[in-house]
């Protein structure tokens, strides 16, 4: 099967700029997380979606930190304006659950970004 | 919500030795429990997983076991390789209305001595 696609896979941009990630997840995961890596530290999950609807965004910045999944399949993160501290790795995952049957994360291989 | 503890942080071993990280889990509902190998530069990647119905599953030179009671679950590598060297993950996703919700560990860097 197709891994989860993301692009770009580099990003630098200047502080209060604008990016935006795009990830595509496996065909048929219905469950689909961004998370935020830095360097040295575990993921840290920003957003969750359930087929189009959110079910976890307790963790985004929502003043700066948006994301859309529209239909259900692909998604989009952006950050406007962009801090030093968002320096990162953007992991993209989807997964295969189905009621509240856990299953494995299939991670995308990230974006990442550095503002300077 | 759930709260993962990973020891150690960091490993070093010799070629040929074993490795042992250990996670401990608060919510005694989760039921799933999977490890994942984060190489330098590279995506996390499922190595194995364990379900609560079992206290051990073994993948060649890798093993989970798995305690319900003391709520810890432990990964073994035994004669570990430098391929081996990477980051490792833990987590203990838990179903919260009808989705997944998952929290890391944070993380064991192990480094095998050639």
């Known amino acids: 099967e197709a891994g989860v696609a993301q692009s770009p896979r580099y990003k630098i941009i200047e502080k209060r700029q604008s990016v935006a990630f795009w990830c595509n997840p496996i065909?048929?995961?219905?469950?689909l997380y961004w998370y935020q890596q830095i360097l040295g530290q575990g993921p840290k999950l920003l957003i969750q979606?359930?087929?189009?609807?959110?079910?976890?965004d307790s963790q985004l910045p929502k003043d700066r930190f948006s994301a859309e999944r529209l239909k259900g399949v692909d998604s989009t993160l952006k950050i406007q304006p962009a801090k030093l501290e968002d320096s990162a790795v953007y992991l993209c995952?989807?997964?295969?659950?189905?009621?509240?049957?856990?299953?494995?994360?299939?991670f995308g291989n990230g974006t990442r970004l550095t503002v300077t | 919500g759930e709260n993962v503890e990973q020891h150690p942080s960091t490993l070093s071993v010799q070629e040929g030795d074993s490795a042992v990280i250990k996670c401990t889990y608060s919510?005694?509902?989760?039921?799933?429990f999977p490890w994942y190998k984060q190489e330098l530069g590279k995506r996390p990647q499922l190595i194995i997983d364990?379900?609560?119905?079992?206290g051990e599953k073994k993948d060649q030179r890798i093993a989970v076991t798995l305690n319900k009671t003391a709520k810890h679950f432990s990964l073994h590598i035994t004669e570990t390789q430098p391929e081996d060297s990477a980051v490792y993950f833990c987590?203990?996703?838990?179903?919260?209305?009808?989705?997944?919700?998952?929290?890391f560990g944070t993380g064991t860097k192990l480094q095998v001595i050639p």
């Open positions: 995952a989807s997964s295969f659950t189905q009621g509240g049957y856990n299953s494995p994360l299939h």
């Open positions: 065909s048929g995961h219905a469950t």
């Open positions: 979606f359930q087929n189009n609807g959110v079910v976890d």
């Open positions: 919510d005694s509902a989760s039921n799933y």
């Open positions: 364990i379900r609560s119905n079992v």
């Open positions: 987590a203990a996703p838990r179903s919260s209305g009808g989705y997944q919700k998952v929290t």
